[in-house]
């Protein structure tokens, strides 16, 4: 599995940019490897925690919305 640190500190730098981040700037702040970050925020897509966008062959990160569905589902 994943480090949930790791996914942790991704979400919170991507919760910081909602106009959205290049996995390059998500490496530069946490100081890791861009294919590091590139893994985990592929893992956090596919949890729907996170939305990409792929722009030439960069991808720009954003943080997921909460549907009003899933806000039913949390008690409101």
């Not at 991507?14 to 294919?35: D, F, M, Y």
């Not at 893992?43 to 062959?57: D, I, P, S």
Request: a positive charge; hydrophobic letters at 35%.
């Amino acid at each position: 599995m994943g480090n949930p640190r790791m996914e942790a500190d991704i979400l919170d730098v991507v919760s910081q940019h909602p106009e959205g981040i290049w996995i390059e700037e998500i490496a530069r702040v946490l100081h890791r490897n861009r294919a590091t970050i590139s893994k985990y925020v592929g893992r956090l897509e596919a949890a729907r925690k996170v939305q990409m966008k792929v722009e030439g062959q960069m991808k720009r990160v954003y943080p997921r919305p909460v549907t009003p569905t899933e806000k039913k589902g949390r008690g409101s």
